[in-house]
């Protein structure tokens, strides 16, 4: 599943929110959702969804059917992880609950077997795509002539649920196909990402990211907090850390004061 955490824009529509999202679930037994409290946006609620457009449909609803704005964190997937002094293998849906970090001992992500149905024409982009997304090969089949490639990859379900399809659907000018199950959960390395606003810590943007795209994902997302988050009077830093050590960093740069403001003498042509 997907999960991903929604809040109320306005604090004080939390109420509202619990209703609409209750009502929905009556009719959509699929979502799992709890309650859920940042620090930074309040009181909100953690689902879990089928998918990324489950989750936009779910999102829509939302708006369409109760006129509520929420705003949703960025989404996630399961692990699972194990400490250094237990070796059962416990289930981690959000990087909250995990509450002293340097006990993990490994990670274990899942794997999908993903089918891509194309036409050869598009190939060269495809493999391009899966490979960046840290795809394995396992079998390449043409079909109808070789007017058609059947591609089969081993992928991780985290590199899948997030753009793949609509990267693919672009590639391929909406061509291609894809379906996907998850085969097994593989050990790997991951590295908790916190950001930081001004040396605060932001708990709703704490995310489980692969240690290879940890500084690309970082850096990524710092620019676009950059880009989003209003100018203060005082100049903003934006960090982004693991287990301490800052990886990304942007700068809001502080409003200046507009000196010249009252020397405005009207229009020039009053001159004349």
């Known amino acids: 599943m997907v999960f991903s955490g929604i809040y109320p824009e306005d604090p004080s529509d939390f109420e509202e929110l619990e209703k609409a999202i209750e009502k929905l679930c009556l009719t959509d037994g699929s979502v799992k959702w709890k309650y859920e409290s940042s620090a930074a946006l309040g009181s909100g609620f953690r689902c879990g969804f089928l998918g990324m457009l489950h989750m936009d449909v779910f999102r829509q609803r939302l708006f369409d059917e109760f006129e509520m704005t929420a705003i949703i964190t960025q989404p996630s997937i399961s692990y699972f992880a194990n400490n250094i002094n237990d070796p059962e293998k416990f289930k981690v849906d959000n990087p909250l609950d995990i509450k002293r970090p340097e006990l993990i001992k490994s ?4 794997i999908c077997t993903a089918n891509i149905l194309t036409p050869s024409d598009y190939l060269k ?3 391009s795509l899966c490979n960046d997304r840290r795809a394995i090969p396992v079998r390449e089949e043409y079909l109808n002539e070789g ?10 379900l985290s590199e899948l649920v997030i753009d793949f399809f609509d990267r693919l659907k672009s590639l391929s000018q909406g061509y291609a196909s894809l379906d996907y199950e998850i085969k097994e959960y593989q050990e790997t390395e991951i590295d908790i990402v916190t950001f930081y606003l001004n040396g605060d810590p932001i708990d709703a943007l704490t995310f489980l990211v692969h240690q290879s795209r940890a500084v690309s994902f970082s850096k990524g997302y710092a620019a676009k907090l950059k880009d989003l988050l209003p100018a203060q009077l005082f100049q903003v830093a934006i960090q982004a850390k693991v287990g301490g050590k800052v990886i990304a960093r942007e700068n809001i740069k502080a409003n200046r004061k507009d000196v010249t403001a009252k020397l405005y003498g009207g229009d020039r042509t009053r001159r004349q």
């Open 107 to 110: 990670w274990y992500e899942p």
């Open 125 to 127: 982009g495809i493999i």
């Open 147 to 156: 007017k058609l490639v059947s591609l089969t990859y081993d992928i991780p």
